[in-house]
């Protein structure tokens, strides 16, 4: 894929009045009192290497000793609240092992290491700076994936959970060579129906490491999911193949094995299967998702130039003419969600006249 195809560098929007109201709503605001801000105060830090003595592009970090306690605490204060109720009685069990900033990409996140000083079991989570476009992204997760995900928003800071599984070039890269014919099938299978749902819901730069592979025993086999773990680019960039992640050259390797492992008419099916499972999301979150897109349709997380030229492309794939009718990124979005529900509606009401149903 020519690189000319993204931006170079995304701005970062800011959560507005609309979007806060919405997040204390379905409860994703806390009042822990520490921001990205202040984890940028570290007064120096290390290189992290992999196990392979790799750069990993993230330092270790350490701060005053005045301020250390006081990070930490609020840090424990996130995990409680991120990941049960906040009680904090289970302080004395919880240490920060570890606070790493990352020097690579747009949102520089902090990763913060928590561990429970009784059986060494450890948690990672992120603590980000708050962009609009990202928590639209890590919402639309949630609510349209089959995957559910945590995360808290204070003032301009972003606080995600950590999405377990092996980063997709790692995957390629170390794993995918031991994969029986069952397990490449599957894969196959799970990155066609990966690819449909990031082009539907405008989930943009799903690049292999921008996405895990997640394994799961099961009996006699091992079975594999996708599910991405970047939303920088949610509803941005205008150029409609970039929500598309098998235009990616770094996924070349994926999109090889769909052709080696699935003929054109199981490519189809799962397509289907796909447009089917988020059609019933779209119904099943309808409340949730239209006050979300209500916000968004006034939220301007995009240029004028990227719209027009997204509501173009999308209309020429569709033929839909409500996407040429929208104004921003967030009608465009609603026009692609309306549109596959609206052919799933089509189609369910045609088997049951047809008796196949």
């Not at 330092?59 to 301020?67: A, D, G, K, W």
């Not at 020097?103 to 990672?124: D, E």
């Not at 349709?297 to 009718?325: C, G, H, M, W, Y």
């Amino acid at each position: 894929m020519d690189d000319k195809l993204m931006s170079k560098k995304k701005p970062s929007y800011p959560v507005r009045e609309k979007l806060d109201a919405y997040l204390k709503t379905f409860a994703r605001k806390t009042q822990v009192s520490i921001s990205y801000q202040d984890l940028l105060r570290f007064t120096g830090g290390i290189t992290v290497y992999d196990k392979h003595e790799n750069d990993t592009l993230w330092i270790r970090v350490y701060y005053p000793e005045f301020e250390q306690d006081e990070i930490e605490y609020n840090l424990k204060r996130i995990y409680t609240q991120l990941h049960s109720d906040g009680n904090e009685n289970v302080f004395d069990y919880l240490k920060i092992d570890a606070i790493d900033f990352c020097t690579f990409g747009n949102s520089k996140p902090f990763r913060i290491k928590i561990m429970n000083v009784y059986n060494n079991n450890y948690v990672y989570f992120y603590v980000k700076q708050a962009d609009a476009s990202r928590i639209y992204g890590l919402e639309l997760e949630h609510i349209l994936s089959p995957n559910r995900i945590n995360f808290l928003v204070f003032e301009n800071t972003l606080i995600e959970e950590h999405i377990a599984g092996i980063p997709g070039d790692e995957f390629i890269n170390n794993h995918l060579q031991h994969c029986d014919d069952l397990g490449l099938a599957q894969i196959a299978k799970e990155f066609v129906k990966f690819n449909e749902r990031c082009m539907i819901t405008l989930l943009g730069d799903m690049r292999s490491y921008n996405f895990v592979v997640i394994p799961t025993h099961d009996f006699d086999h091992v079975r594999y999911k996708i599910r991405a773990i970047d939303f920088d680019q949610q509803c941005y960039e205008g150029n409609f193949k970039v929500y598309q992640p098998a235009i990616f050259k770094e996924n070349i390797k994926y999109v090889r094995l769909v052709a080696k492992r699935l003929d054109n008419r199981s490519i189809e099916q799962y397509r289907n299967e796909e447009r089917a499972l988020l059609a019933k999301r779209i119904l099943n979150g309808k409340k949730r998702l239209t006050r979300l897109l209500r916000v968004m349709s006034t939220d301007p997380i995009s240029s004028r130039q990227n719209v027009r030229q997204l509501r173009a492309d999308i209309f020429e794939f569709t033929s839909d003419i409500k996407f040429k009718r929208a104004a921003n990124m967030g009608a465009v979005l609603r026009a692609a969600l309306e549109f596959v529900k609206r052919n799933y509606e089509d189609v369910s009401v045609k088997r049951i006249v047809d008796g196949t149903h």
